[in-house]
Nanobody
């Protein structure tokens, strides 16, 4: 079955950096776009970044452009989110997701907390 496992979340000071990873299994990873979402306390889940199957098409939410970079390693079945210049408003639980056979699959998420 499809499994997504995120890692790399931590408590970091404003201006710091983190690299999130999402290890995928149970489907042909290289054939599917992958996305990162985040959810802050009391807020709806928000799409942060999407990368196409071979990485040629990437999109970001406006608030992270120039600070976050999504990438993938199809040989390792892993998608990454490099987060630089972190701000307190980046605090939240970060999830990777894939849409496979008409259904969205989510990992359990990894917590990112940015202190001011």
């Amino acid at each position: 079955q499809v499994q997504l496992v995120e890692s790399g979340g931590d408590l970091v000071q404003s201006g710091g950096s983190l690299r999130l990873s999402c290890a995928a299994s149970g489907f042909t990873f290289s054939a599917y776009p992958m996305s990162w979402y985040r959810q802050a306390p009391g807020k709806e889940r928000e799409l942060v970044a999407t990368i196409s199957a071979f990485g040629g098409n990437i999109n970001y939410v406006e608030s992270v452009k120039g600070r976050f970079t999504i990438s993938r390693d199809n040989a390792k079945n892993t998608v990454y989110l490099q987060m630089n210049s972190l701000k307190p408003e980046d605090t939240g639980r970060y999830y990777c997701t894939v849409r496979w056979v008409s259904r969205n699959y989510w990992g359990p998420g990894t917590q990112v907390t940015v202190s001011s």
